[in-house]
């Protein structure tokens, strides 16, 4: 794999494993990259806490051991400690998938006013960019602020996690505004986790998981390029950078 790595997508899935005697979630973690090349590999696998910092911390720092390098934009659900990571790890900024904000953003909404509310969020996903996009979620938040207050204050503090990828490349906009790349793959891990049910240990996820991503990656190395070279090139600082094959 030549290149660097501009964007990263994490996403967890959540599987039951037996520990200690009892049944707990425990959550499956995926990073799915795109080179400069324009192509997607999954890069890392991994279980554990995805709420703790020096979880996140851990699980970048290895990809950054196998040589990741010249990632900007890491696109995440909101994991807490994981936009403090990306920062340290690869001094990247934190995308918040747009998708569930808004799935969240709406639970503050009662159903029947939610056709309503969705109509006003998108237009801040509609503008033409970052400047304008913070203004019109700072107008629609300020118009939403008396009848949902708690909306208002959550559209305040993410702002400008939601609205990251504006950042980068227009032509690039659909795909790293959220995790929506990753769902097949999570949908893949559940479908597979549902019929075995409760997994004996930590080991046996990741070696379904692990199978599973080696397959995903065989699909995607004789695809069409996921973008295309031309419009990566301005995000690249070394064109020459291999990256280590993926170890679940």
């Known amino acids: 794999m030549r290149g660097a790595w501009p964007y990263l997508w994490i996403d967890a899935t959540y599987v039951k494993v037996r520990e200690a005697g009892r049944i707990v979630s425990v959550a ?7 080179n400069t090349d324009g192509r997607r590999e999954v890069l890392g696998v991994a279980t554990g806490a995805s709420e703790a910092e020096v979880f996140w911390k851990s699980f970048l720092r290895s990809l ?5 390098r010249g990632v900007k934009l890491v696109v995440a659900d909101d994991h807490k400690g994981l936009r403090a990571a990306a920062a340290k790890v690869f001094s990247a900024t934190h995308q918040r998938c747009r998708v569930h904000w ?3 953003a709406l639970a ?7 056709p309503a509310v969705v109509a006003m969020l998108k237009t801040i ?10 203004e019109q979620c700072a107008t629609v938040a300020d ?3 008396e009848r949902y207050p708690k909306l208002a204050g959550r559209m305040d503090e993410a702002r400008e996690d939601v609205l990251a990828y504006m950042a980068f490349p227009r032509e690039h906009w659909p795909q790293i505004a959220s995790t929506n790349p990753l769902e097949r793959l999570n949908g893949e891990i559940k479908r597979r986790s549902d019929v075995i049910g409760i997994f004996p240990n930590d080991q046996a996820v990741l070696r379904l998981v692990g199978a599973l991503m080696v397959e995903q ?5 004789v695809s069409r390029r996921y973008m295309s070279v031309e419009s990566l090139v301005a995000l690249s600082d070394d064109p020459v950078l291999r990256l280590s094959a993926v170890a679940a």
Request: charged content about 20%; hydrophobic content about 55%.
């Open 28 to 34: 499956v973690i995926v990073a799915v990259g795109v």
């Open 64 to 68: 950054a051991d196998r040589g990741l």
């Open 102 to 104: 808004m799935l969240n």
């Open 108 to 114: 503050h909404v009662a159903p029947k006013q939610r």
């Open 125 to 134: 996903f509609a503008q033409d960019g970052a400047a304008a996009a913070r």
């Open 143 to 145: 118009t939403l602020r």
């Open 217 to 221: 990656n065989d699909v995607w190395a």
